[in-house]
C-alpha cells in the first residue's frame, strides 16, 4: 500500500505547482498523473504577474522566462483580416503599462503548457525525488477514520495499488474524477461555444518579426481564429473560433483542412505547414459549489473553469495551490486546528467567482457564440485587470481583522490601491537590504514574515516567544532600508506598528502601532489564525 501524508492528482500545471509548495513546506507528498507525461500541446501560455511574484518566490521564474517566448511578444494583441493582410486594430495590455509594472517587482510571462511543464517537473522532483508517478490514474476514493483511501490503476487495468493519505489535492482538471467521485457540482454556463486548438510548425517570421504580438487575432467572414504565439518563430497555436457557427465539425477539420485555414488566416496560400496535434474543446464558465469534502480538496480547473478571454485559468489554479499548501504543512506539523483548512474555501471560492465571471463578460463582448460579418473588439476591461490579479481581498478565520476599512476602488475589476489591510496581498515596495536593492516580495513565500515600522525592535523579543512557529523579521531602519520612504504609508503602520505576512505572501494580521503588550498581541493573532482555542480543546 502507498502511504503519505498529501496525495495530488494530476501532474499539470497546478499540480506540479501543488507538489513545489508542499516540498518547500516540508510534507511528505506522492502526484499521480493517468498521462505517460507532461503535456505535448501548448494550451496554456500566459501567466500573469501575480503568479510569477509566486513563481520568484518559489525559485522557479528565471528558469520559466528562459523557456518561454521572446518576451517582445507579450506588449501588444493584434487583429487583422490575414497576417498578410490588412491590420485592424492593436492593443497594448494596460497590464503592461509603467503604472502596472509599478504595482509589481516582475511582469507577466508567456510560456506554453508543453513548455513549462518540464520546468516545474524538474523543480518538483528535484525537491521531492520519484515523487511524480506518470501512467497512474486514480480510480477509486473514500473517506476512513480521518484518512482518504482508494485505488490507483497503473497502464494496464490488472496493475492497481491502494493508497492511504492524510489529505488529497485534486488538481485533475476541467474534468474532474474526484469532483464527481464527491459528487460536486458546478454553477455557470456550460458549453457556451466550441473550439478547436490546433498547433502548428511554419515559419510566420516575415510577418510577425516587425510587429510582435502574444495574440493575432483573425477576421474573416468565413473564419474567426486566432494565432497564438508559442516561440514567436516556427511554432504556434491556432484556435478556430465558434466551430458550429461556421459549419466545422470534427469530422471535417481533417489535418489537410486545418493547413488549409492556417494558409488561408496567414493569407499565403502556399506557405509550408506542419500539423503537430489537433485538440478540439468548448468553452466553459463554471466554478464548483463546494471547494472541499472532508480531506479532499479541489485546485484548479476541477475548481473553476474560466473562459480563455483574459488568460486567467492557469493562473486561478496555481494561486490555489499556493493559497493551501501551508495550511496543510501547519496543520500536519500540529501548529494549527484543522479548522484553518476551512479558510481555503472562504478565501478562494469568492475570488474565483470574480474572476470567472469576468472572463464570461471579455468572451461575451467578443460575440464568440454566433457567425459574424466584421471584428468585434473587446470590452475596455480585457487585459486590464489589474485588480483581477492583485487586488483579492480575503475574509476567513485566517485573517485577523483590524478595524479599519478596506481599500476603496471604485472598479475591482481594472483598479488596484496597495494596501496593507488583513487579507490584502502584501504589496511590493523597494527596500534596500545588506546594500542590495530588493522588493518586499523577495521577503515573502517561504514562511510567516513580521515587518516592523521604525522604532519596532520589540517585536523581535514578541516573535522569538515559545510557541509560535518561525518568523522572520525586518525592522525598517535596523534589517532593511525604505527606498523611498513610502512603506509605512502603503501598509498603513505608523512608527513601532508591525504585519505578519502569511506563507502566502497574504496579510494576515496588523498593528497600526505598538501595543501596550506586543508578546501578547502577536500570540492572539496566531491563535485566531490557526485557530488555537480549538486546537487545545481538541487536545
Not at 24 to 30: F, L
Not at 179 to 193: C, S, V, W
Request: some cysteine; hydrophobic content about 40%; glycine content about 10%.
Amino acid at each position: 500500500m502507498l502511504e503519505t501524508d498529501v496525495l495530488v492528482v494530476g501532474a499539470g500545471p497546478v499540480g506540479l505547482t501543488t507538489s513545489i509548495a508542499l516540498s518547500q513546506h516540508g510534507v511528505r507528498h506522492v502526484v499521480v498523473e493517468r498521462h505517460p507525461g507532461t503535456s505535448v500541446a501548448p494550451q496554456a501560455r500566459g501567466i500573469n504577474a501575480r503568479t510569477m511574484e509566486m513563481y520568484r518566490q518559489m525559485g522557479v521564474e528565471d528558469d520559466i522566462r528562459a523557456a518561454g517566448m521572446p518576451s517582445r511578444f507579450g506588449g501588444m494583441i493584434l487583429w487583422a483580416e490575414s497576417l498578410a493582410g490588412k491590420e485592424i486594430n492593436r492593443l497594448a495590455p494596460n497590464r503592461r503599462s509603467a503604472t502596472g509594472q509599478a504595482i509589481s517587482p516582475v511582469t507577466n510571462c508567456g510560456c506554453s503548457q508543453d513548455v513549462l511543464e518540464p520546468v516545474l517537473r524538474r523543480h518538483a522532483e528535484a525537491l521531492a525525488p520519484s515523487c511524480i508517478k506518470f501512467n497512474t490514474e486514480l480510480c477509486d476514493l473514500r473517506e476512513e477514520g480521518g484518512r482518504v483511501t482508494g485505488v490507483l490503476k497503473g497502464p494496464t487495468s490488472d496493475v492497481t495499488n491502494a493508497f492511504r493519505a492524510r489529505y488529497v489535492i485534486a488538481a485533475d482538471g476541467t474534468r474532474s474524477f474526484v469532483r464527481d467521485a464527491l459528487g460536486i457540482g458546478r454553477t455557470g454556463e456550460k458549453d457556451i461555444y466550441d473550439s478547436v486548438n490546433v498547433h502548428f510548425r511554419a515559419d510566420l517570421r516575415p510577418w510577425v518579426e516587425d510587429r510582435p504580438a502574444s495574440l493575432y487575432l483573425i477576421e474573416q467572414p468565413e473564419l474567426r481564429a486566432t494565432f497564438l504565439t508559442v516561440n514567436g518563430a516556427d511554432r504556434w497555436g491556432f484556435l478556430v473560433h465558434s466551430l458550429s457557427a461556421y459549419d466545422f465539425t470534427k469530422q471535417n477539420l481533417t489535418p489537410e483542412r486545418c493547413i488549409e485555414l492556417v494558409r488561408r488566416a496567414v493569407g499565403v496560400q502556399d506557405l509550408a505547414v506542419e500539423i503537430l496535434g489537433i485538440n478540439f474543446w468548448n468553452c466553459s464558465a463554471m466554478v464548483a459549489d463546494s471547494f472541499r469534502s472532508g480531506n479532499v480538496f479541489l485546485v484548479g480547473d476541477a475548481a473553476h473553469e474560466t473562459t480563455p478571454s483574459g488568460g486567467f485559468g492557469m493562473n486561478l489554479g496555481v494561486q490555489d495551490a499556493q493559497n493551501l499548501a501551508w495550511k496543510i504543512a501547519a496543520v500536519l506539523r500540529g501548529e494549527a486546528a484543522p479548522s484553518l483548512l476551512d479558510s481555503y474555501e472562504a478565501e478562494r471560492r469568492p475570488h474565483a467567482l470574480e474572476v470567472v465571471h469576468a472572463t464570461l463578460l471579455n468572451m461575451q463582448s467578443f460575440d464568440r457564440t454566433k457567425r459574424q460579418a466584421e471584428a468585434r473588439l473587446p470590452r475596455k476591461e480585457f487585459l486590464n485587470e489589474r485588480g483581477l490579479i492583485f487586488g483579492a481581498q480575503y475574509q476567513s478565520g485566517a485573517v485577523v481583522p483590524d478595524g479599519s476599512e478596506p481599500p476603496a476602488v471604485s472598479d475591482p475589476v481594472t483598479e488596484y490601491l496597495p494596501s496593507g489591510y488583513p487579507g490584502c496581498r502584501a504589496p511590493h515596495v523597494w527596500i534596500e537590504e545588506n546594500g542590495e536593492r530588493r522588493s518586499t516580495i523577495d521577503l515573502f513565500g517561504r514562511g510567516f514574515v513580521l515587518l516592523a515600522a521604525a522604532g519596532g525592535a520589540a517585536w523581535r523579543s514578541a516573535a522569538r516567544q515559545h510557541g509560535l512557529p518561525p518568523i522572520d523579521i525586518r525592522v525598517l531602519g535596523d534589517d532593511i532600508v525604505d527606498v523611498d520612504q513610502s512603506w509605512m504609508t502603503t501598509y498603513g503602520v505608523g512608527e513601532g506598528g508591525a504585519v505578519l505576512v502569511r506563507p502566502d505572501g497574504y496579510i494576515g494580521w496588523r498593528a497600526a502601532s505598538m501595543p501596550a503588550n506586543p508578546e501578547r498581541a502577536l500570540a492572539d493573532a496566531f491563535g485566531q489564525i490557526f485557530d488555537r482555542a480549538l486546537l487545545q480543546r481538541a487536545v
